[in-house]
C-alpha cells in the first residue's frame, strides 16, 4: 500500500481505473413489482452511477452485487479491482472471500444431513466427535447441531491463543446468543466424521455441483488464488501497512506440503492439517500459523464463492419453488428461516444458519461477514417474494458500502446488522 499522503491518489487512481469494469450483464426481465406492489431490488442506474463515488469515499477497491428476482437470479454486476496493486479488475470470475456468509451455506449441508438421518440436530455433539482441544466442563455435554446453528452454544467466537487454549463455553448452552466460529469450526468436524470427507469434498458433492456453483470452495489452489480479491484496510485505518491477506498467505504455504504429498488442500481433513502443522511452521515461522485449523477449510469463515454463486445459494431459501431431491425439505427450509431462539431485548432473531427480522414487508432473512478487517460483505433475502441481493467487498469500509447498496435497493435500513 502506498504512504499515507499518497493514499488519497491511490484510491482515486483505483476508482478511476476500475469503477466501471463491471460483469457481463445477467439482466432478466425482473419484474418492477412483486404480488402488484413491490418494486425490483436491483439498484436503479441513478445509484449504481453514484457507486464508484461511494467506493472511493470509503477506500473499497471492488465491490460485487447480485439480485435474485422471483427465485432466480436476475442481474449482477461488479465495480472496481478485486487487486488495486495489480490494477486488475473485476470480473464475471472474480472470487471474494466471503466471511461469515459461509455459515449459512454449512448450515444447509447440515440441514441436508440431517434430513438423510446421518445426523440429528438435537443429538449432543460429543457423542459424534470430541475434538482432542475441548476442555472437560461438564456443559460440553449439552451442546448440539441445533445449537450451533442458532448460536447457543455458549462457546466464545475463536480462541485468543488456539495453540495452547482450551475451549470452554462461557455460559450454559441454550440459554443466550454468543455468536461462535469455534462452535460451526466443531460442527464441521463432525461432519467430518459422519461423511468420511473433507468439508470441501462434501459441499462439492451435495450442494455446490447439483447447484451449479462452479465458482465456490472452501479452500484454496491455484485457480483460486489467481482468481480471489485481495482486501484492504478501512478508509479510516491509521496503519499504513500491507494487511495480512490471513487465509492466502496460510494456504500458500500449505499449498507447499500438499503438492509434496499428492493431496490437495481440498481433501485435507483435520488430521491431516495437525500432521501438516509442523512442517507449515517450519517453511514460514512468521506467517502467524498457529494450530491445524489455520491449515483447512472453516465452515465459518472460508468460502470463496462469485457473487452470483452466492446468489444461486440464496435462490434455494425461497419459496414456493419445486425442489429437487438433493435440496433440503420445505420443512428444513421453513425451519432455518424460523426464529429457533426468543430473548427478550434484541432487534433480530436466530434461524439456523440465518439472522431473521421482521421489516415493514415481514420477516428477510440475512447474513454479514468480515474476515481479517479488509473483507466486509452481506446478504438479504424475502423468502416468501422471492427476492434477494448479495454485497462483496475487498475492503475494511465495506460495511459502509454494503449498507448503502441494501437501503438504496431495498428501501430497508435493518435495525441489526450483527454477525
Same mark, same amino acid.
Given at each position: 500500500?502506498? *504512504?499515507?499522503? !499518497? ?74 479491482? &478485486? ?14 472471500? !466471503?466471511?461469515?456468509? *459461509? @455459515? ?15 445426523? !440429528? ?7 459424534? $466427535?470430541?475434538?482432542?482441544?475441548? &476442555? ?61 470427507? &473433507? ?16 465458482? &465456490? ?17 478501512? %478508509?479510516?485505518? /491509521?496503519?499504513? *501497512? ?5 487465509? $492466502?498467505?496460510?494456504?500458500?504455504? /500449505? ?25 507449515? @511452521? ?9 494450530? /491445524? ?7 465459518? /469463515? ?6 452470483? !454463486?452466492?446468489?444461486? #445459494? ?31 431485548? $434484541? ?17 428477510? #432473512?440475512? %447474513? ?38 441494501? $437501503? ?12
Amino acid at each position: 500500500m502506498p *504512504s499515507r499522503p !499518497d493514499r488519497r491518489r491511490f484510491i482515486a487512481h483505483v476508482a478511476a481505473l476500475g469503477a466501471l469494469a463491471a460483469l457481463p450483464a445477467l439482466r432478466a426481465k425482473a419484474a418492477s413489482c412483486v404480488d402488484g406492489k413491490q418494486r425490483s431490488w436491483i439498484p436503479d442506474d441513478a445509484f449504481l452511477a453514484e457507486l464508484p463515488r461511494i467506493m472511493q469515499a470509503f477506500a473499497v477497491p471492488g465491490v460485487g452485487i447480485a439480485v435474485i428476482e422471483n427465485g432466480a437470479l436476475a442481474w449482477s454486476q461488479g465495480f472496481g479491482m &478485486s487487486d488495486a496493486q495489480s490494477s486488475t479488475a473485476i470480473d464475471a470470475r472474480t472470487v471474494f472471500e !466471503d466471511a461469515s456468509l *459461509s @455459515k449459512p451455506v454449512f448450515a444447509y449441508l447440515v440441514m441436508q444431513l440431517a434430513d438423510q438421518g446421518v445426523i !440429528d440436530l438435537d443429538r449432543p455433539l460429543l457423542e459424534y $466427535r470430541r475434538p482432542d482441544y475441548l &476442555s472437560d466442563h461438564p456443559w460440553l455435554a449439552l451442546i448440539t447441531a441445533r445449537d450451533v446453528l442458532r448460536h447457543t452454544t455458549g462457546l466464545p467466537d475463536w480462541r485468543t491463543s488456539p495453540a495452547t487454549e482450551q475451549l470452554v463455553p462461557m455460559v450454559t448452552p441454550g440459554t443466550r446468543i454468543n455468536y461462535s466460529g469455534e462452535a460451526f469450526f466443531w460442527l464441521q468436524l463432525v461432519v467430518e466424521a459422519l461423511t468420511d470427507q &473433507s468439508l470441501d469434498d462434501a459441499m462439492q458433492l451435495h450442494l455446490f455441483t447439483p447447484a451449479g456453483m462452479r465458482d &465456490s470452495s472452501y479452500t484454496w489452489n491455484a485457480d483460486l488464488a489467481a482468481r480471489s480479491v485481495h482486501g484492504y484496510r478501512a %478508509h479510516d485505518s /491509521a496503519d499504513t *501497512s500491507a494487511p495480512r491477506q490471513a487465509f $492466502r498467505e496460510h494456504w500458500s504455504v /500449505a499449498q507447499q506440503v500438499a503438492d509434496r504429498w499428492g493431496k490437495p488442500l481440498s481433501a485435507w481433513k483435520y488430521e491431516d492439517a495437525k500432521r501438516a502443522l509442523p512442517e507449515v @511452521k517450519a517453511l514460514a515461522p512468521h506467517a502467524g500459523v498457529e494450530w /491445524a485449523g489455520d491449515l483447512m477449510a472453516n465452515a465459518a /469463515a472460508s468460502l470463496r464463492t462469485t457473487v452470483q !454463486d452466492y446468489a444461486r #445459494f440464496m435462490t434455494l431459501m425461497m419459496a414456493g419453488h419445486a425442489r429437487a431431491q438433493w435440496q433440503i425439505s420445505e420443512a428444513s427450509r421453513q425451519a432455518m428461516l424460523t426464529p429457533q431462539i426468543t430473548l427478550p431485548g $434484541r432487534w433480530t432473531d436466530k434461524g439456523l444458519g440465518w439472522n431473521m427480522e421482521t421489516t415493514r414487508d415481514g420477516p428477510v #432473512f440475512y %447474513h454479514s461477514g468480515s474476515n481479517s478487517g479488509i473483507f466486509k460483505n452481506f446478504a438479504l433475502g424475502d423468502a416468501q417474494r422471492g427476492r434477494g441481493i448479495v454485497v462483496l467487498t475487498n475492503g475494511g469500509s465495506g460495511s459502509f458500502v454494503h449498507r448503502r447498496v441494501v $437501503r438504496a435497493a431495498t428501501g430497508y435500513d435493518l435495525l441489526s446488522y450483527d454477525l
